[in-house]
């Protein structure tokens, strides 16, 4: 199998996506080496200041442009050929600019869900022409929206579109929360619709990438087969030596259980999937810390308006630097099968290569 990804005007030799993972577990570490092995290479905006050289607890819509810009840069020292973007979520209050400050600093691609990113064109607007627009759903009535208002208003189609699986995901997922894990929800029925959808009514061959769940070869196989053009995967790519997060929240990958896995309310109003092992821990400790919301990071939150739940950016932080009994550590539902600390290039052989060695596909400098 052979099967390269062209989105807008950029190509990579594999069809897989890095999953944007925030507050640093995509930075331009694992980023750079997903794009130097021939995927797309991610950097996660949601947080990315926090624990920066820019940062001093106060100034995180400051600091927040800037690490993110460095972090750029940081993959593209790794993979100066590669195609690096970034996951820039709609529910936080500095949106526009990290898109802009993203561009600026030469990203590739911009993938953005977290609500629908219905006014991302019109952010990028005709001083990036060349960065692909690649809207994140978990329906096709979602990707009809999007498209239909992007076509309206500026005149532009999404260039791919990523189908997440709210049933496997990890992260902020976007269905509600009584609709998860009922059976509902069809995947690869989505994927296929969304396809058609953009066939049918635009005439346009949109890259559809399905994201959730997929951890090894069979599952991305399976994934092609069943109409995806590319997957996005996430979960995966933690338990590596290039992933940004501390080696503690590697570790709890290692040690969780299927039955650790579970589904939380996040203060913005979505769920979310994660290790709930100790769940109740992030909110008591932060009672006990007396934390209030220290940024404004996001326009709605249940924390900052009435201090229910915890504050999100506060939990993740804490998680990716190693705090994982009172920080909240985002996965996927097979996280559980994460069994040893590996390479991005040893994943990429295992994916990718024609037959199945498993020697790197480029030295891992
Ligand atoms: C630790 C973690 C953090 C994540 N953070 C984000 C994020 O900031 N923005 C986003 O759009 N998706 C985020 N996601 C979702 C992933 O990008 C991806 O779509 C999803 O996890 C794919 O499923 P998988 O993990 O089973 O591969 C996150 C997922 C994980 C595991």
Redesign the pocket.
Known sequence: MKKGLTIGLHSAPFPLLL?????R??AGRLAGHVALCGGFG?V???GIGVNSRHYNGRNLAQADPLAFQDEIRKAYAIAPQGVIGV?C?VAVTNYAEMVLAACEAGAKFI????GLPMQLPGIVADRFPEVALIP?VSSSRAAELIARKWHKNYARLPDAV?V??PD?????LGEKLENIGTGAYDQYQTVRDVKEYFRKVWQADVPVIA?????DRSDMEQALARGADAV?????F?CTEECD?DPAFKQAYLECRPEDIGLIMSPAGLPG?AIIRHFDQVRQSQLDAGQRCPSNCLHRCSFKEDRERFCIIEA?DRAQRGDVVRGL???????WKADRITTVAEIFTELFSENQALSPLVSNG
Do not use: K, P, Y
């Open positions: 999953g944007g993972m925030g507050v577990i995509s991610t996660a905006a949601a996951n979520m993938v953005s869900g977290a994140i990523v997440e699986d496997t995901a990890g992260g902020h994201a959730g769940g997929i951890w996005q995967m996430a979960s995966r933690v997060a999937r993740l550590v985002f996965c996927g539902s097979n996280a």
